[in-house]
């Protein structure tokens, strides 16, 4: 497999609202949905829809919710067999809340995720030999995403972590086994410790982030554009302009198209741009994994809509 992808697996269980409620307030929603999600998952299916052969390394629970997320994986073209079936638990649930301009916020129930360790790096490692890239998200136990981000540096496999959900105690050590780090502006803001929020701060983030040990930063604005480091240079990309009416899995899509590009030995700069656009037109559609987009879609969209300057 030429992407791995190490991390979580969820059921979305979606609330469409006219704004998203204050603390303690109830809000009458306008539709309802599920759908498989969980940043892991997501990123394996953004990455397999767009041609990269990708396997799922995680863990879901013995139950319906179970057997839905490893039926969505296939469907997509996600090989599963590194997925683990826990027999003492739930399988990861999140509960979402969308607005009409796409913001949602987002509770998230572990369950099955909170039980990937060493087993499941055992697996990881059977991966890893065929593997060009690992996609790491933080809904799992940290010390199993520093063990995979180990194991994939000493593979010589291309480590890319999406800090999500930031930690209250980042690892300052796991900088140094990541060699592309995309944070959004919230996350580096809260691992900086500074307000990230344009295009002079982002450019300030991807570099201090090089400065902590990471190869590459890649700081994203939503629908600003995103900002990166390289050991040579920095610069920013405008966004790819769409409508939004969900946010959810922008951040997976981008992550899982960059993987898919640079599987593909896109240069660094058109990698971006599948990101960019993968990420922006998964916010057109409801859901996670169903605003995913194909190879043939995202090709088009890019003909015909570049990325402006």
Same mark, same amino acid.
């Given at each position: 497999?030429?992407?791995?992808?190490?991390?979580?697996?969820?059921?979305? #269980?979606?609330?469409?609202?006219?704004? /998203?409620?204050?603390?303690?307030?109830?809000v009458l929603g306008s539709h309802f949905l599920t759908a498989s999600g969980g940043k892991g998952a997501?990123?394996?299916?953004?990455?397999?829809?767009?041609?990269?052969?990708?396997?799922?390394?995680?863990?879901?629970?013995?139950? $319906?919710?179970?057997?839905?997320?490893?039926?969505? @994986?296939?469907?997509? =073209?996600?090989?599963?067999?590194?997925?683990?079936?826990?027999?003492?638990?739930?399988?990861?649930?999140?509960?979402?809340?969308?607005?009409?301009? =796409?913001?949602?916020?987002?509770?998230?129930?572990?369950?099955?995720?909170?039980?990937?360790?060493?087993?499941?790096?055992?697996? /990881?490692?059977? #991966?890893?030999?065929?593997?060009?890239?690992? @996609?790491?998200?933080?809904?799992?136990?940290?010390?199993?995403?520093?063990?995979?981000?180990?194991? +994939?540096?000493?593979? =010589?496999?291309?480590?890319?972590?999406?800090?999500?959900?930031?930690?209250?105690?980042?690892?300052?050590?796991?900088?140094? /086994?990541?060699?592309?780090?995309?944070?959004?502006?919230?996350?580096?803001?809260?691992?900086?410790?500074?307000?990230?929020?344009?295009?002079?701060?982002?450019?300030? %983030?991807?570099?201090?982030?090089?400065? $902590?040990?990471?190869?590459?930063?890649?700081?994203?604005?939503? %629908?600003?554009?995103?900002?990166? +480091?390289?050991?040579?240079?920095?610069?920013?990309?405008?966004?790819?302009?769409?409508?939004?009416?969900?946010?959810?899995?922008? =951040?997976? *899509?981008?992550?899982?198209?960059?993987?898919?590009?640079?599987? $593909?030995?896109?240069?660094?700069?058109?990698?971006?741009?599948?990101? *960019?656009?993968?990420?922006?037109?998964?916010?057109?559609?409801?859901?996670?994994?169903?605003?995913?987009?194909?190879?043939?879609?995202?090709?088009?969209? /890019? *003909? +015909?809509?570049?990325?402006?300057?």
């Amino acid at each position: 497999m030429s992407v791995v992808v190490f991390g979580s697996l969820n059921l979305d #269980l979606v609330a469409q609202t006219p704004r /998203l409620p204050v603390v303690g307030e109830t809000v009458l929603g306008s539709h309802f949905l599920t759908a498989s999600g969980g940043k892991g998952a997501n990123q394996a299916v953004a990455a397999a829809r767009l041609g990269a052969s990708t396997a799922m390394v995680g863990c879901v629970g013995n139950d $319906r919710f179970g057997e839905q997320l490893l039926a969505g @994986l296939r469907e997509s =073209g996600v090989e599963t067999q590194g997925v683990r079936v826990d027999e003492n638990t739930h399988s990861g649930v999140a509960v979402v809340s969308v607005d009409q301009q =796409g913001e949602n916020t987002i509770v998230i129930v572990p369950g099955a995720n909170g039980q990937v360790g060493e087993v499941d790096i055992e697996q /990881l490692k059977v #991966l890893l030999p065929d593997a060009t890239t690992l @996609l790491l998200q933080l809904e799992i136990p940290l010390p199993a995403v520093e063990a995979a981000a180990r194991v +994939a540096r000493d593979a =010589g496999v291309t480590v890319v972590l999406d800090p999500a959900p930031v930690p209250e105690d980042f690892p300052e050590d796991l900088y140094s /086994l990541v060699d592309i780090l995309t944070p959004n502006e919230i996350e580096a803001s809260q691992l900086l410790g500074v307000p990230v929020h344009d295009r002079e701060t982002a450019l300030a %983030a991807a570099s201090a982030f090089r400065r $902590r040990g990471a190869k590459t930063a890649v700081v994203t604005l939503g %629908a600003r554009g995103l900002a990166y +480091a390289t050991a040579t240079e920095s610069a920013f990309v405008p966004a790819f302009a769409v409508e939004a009416i969900d946010t959810t899995a922008a =951040g997976d *899509a981008f992550n899982g198209a960059l993987a898919a590009a640079l599987d $593909r030995g896109l240069p660094w700069t058109d990698a971006l741009r599948w990101g *960019a656009a993968a990420g922006a037109l998964s916010t057109t559609q409801a859901g996670a994994q169903p605003s995913l987009l194909d190879l043939e879609t995202l090709e088009e969209a /890019l *003909a +015909a809509k570049p990325v402006s300057s």
